[in-house]
């Protein structure tokens, strides 16, 4: 790809959401001569995105079975990761859900839910990925927050406040792991235009998932702590701040 920095750490890829655009797209380039595992539910039907894979140069893909709400099954998964196929080198959080808005401001689960899905369950793996990776003394995280979580908006506030708080656990872990050999990178995208958007008027700046994810494979291999996608996004939510609330609770998700 022609992009200056290091090469991503050795290991497997490990993407949880097996499934995801984006998620696909940064395995794909991540790939030759590696192991890759896609972690998701129906696990046993991802055949194309386990041909996908191979045909863009993986030494082996491996199928595994994910459930991100059952917090439970986190650490026993990663501990059967580690133990079947060694070290991990880049894990790609890449599962989530937009959920319903007008159905969570009327039913307290679907809320509930959304926050299970976009920030609890990514604790909970983020968490424990990070043990697992200060151990081995290296490693590299990629963790999707949005730019609905900077300044949350009324139109979607659900699920901004649910990537408000990933941003803000993200940044924090980071710091933690400051020093340990062990690297996080935090990607606030924009609208990205996919199936999970199917439907939606794409935003200003919209950008799809094999331009994500040029981004992200450019941000591991530089070390970046944190990207916005596209980069103009940081000047824009700087100025946001400063929108008096009046005029930002009008604003479309």
């Not at 655009?21 to 539910?41: C, D, F, H, K």
């Amino acid at each position: 790809m022609g992009v200056r920095g290091h090469e991503v750490d050795a290991g497997t890829i490990l993407l949880f959401g097996g499934r995801s655009e984006m998620g696909l797209e940064i395995a794909q380039r991540l790939a030759p001569g590696r192991v890759v595992i896609l972690a998701a539910r129906r696990s046993t039907d991802l055949d194309a995105e386990r041909a996908r894979i191979e045909g863009a140069g993986a030494a082996a893909v491996h199928r595994v079975e994910f459930d991100a709400d059952d917090v439970a099954s986190h650490q026993p998964l990663l501990d059967k990761v580690v133990a079947e196929h060694g070290r991990i080198g880049v894990a790609v959080l890449a599962f989530g859900v937009l959920g319903d808005q007008a159905r969570a401001e009327r039913d307290s689960a679907a809320a509930v839910a959304v926050l299970q899905t976009d920030f609890v369950a990514q604790v909970s793996v983020l968490t424990g990925l990070a043990n697992l990776l200060r151990a081995q003394g290296s490693g590299q995280m990629v963790v999707f927050s949005s730019v609905a979580g900077i300044r949350v908006r009324r139109a979607n506030y659900v699920y901004g406040a649910a990537k408000a708080g990933l941003d803000g656990f993200a940044s924090g872990l980071s710091d933690a792991l400051h020093g340990s050999g062990v690297h996080l990178l935090l990607v606030r995208p924009g609208f990205v235009i996919g199936k999970m958007t199917e439907g939606m008027d794409p935003a200003v700046f919209s950008r799809r998932p094999d331009q994500v994810a040029d981004a992200v494979v450019t941000g591991l291999r530089r070390r970046s702590n944190r990207i916005w996608v596209p980069g103009v996004l940081r000047l824009m939510f700087f100025v946001a701040r400063f929108v008096p609330q009046s005029i930002w609770r009008r604003m479309p998700r």
